[in-house]
């Protein structure tokens, strides 16, 4: 289980997002993006909090079902 802040809120307080990622291994390192992909990635989602000031933030924490490379960063 982890936790991101993140910049803005999101619409709803919970959400399971599935996505297909694109995985790019070159050279020794792997390269990840949300975009035309084939590897299932599943995430649970569930706003904490969130903060108003100069900029809007979010606590949220995510519950990764899947253990792709880089799949909280990309999702």
Do not use: C, I
């Not at 997002?17 to 390192?29: E, F, I, S």
């Not at 992909?37 to 900029?55: C, D, E, I, R, Y």
């Amino acid at each position: 289980v982890y936790q991101a802040l993140v910049f803005g809120k999101p619409a709803e307080r919970s959400q399971h997002w599935q996505d297909r990622l694109a995985v790019q291994k070159t050279g020794g390192m792997v390269r990840t993006s949300a975009t035309r992909g084939h590897v299932p990635a599943n995430t649970q989602m569930q706003f904490l909090k969130s903060a108003q000031g100069a900029f809007s933030t979010s606590l949220l924490q995510l519950e990764p079902h899947t253990g792709r490379s880089h799949q909280l960063r990309v999702q």
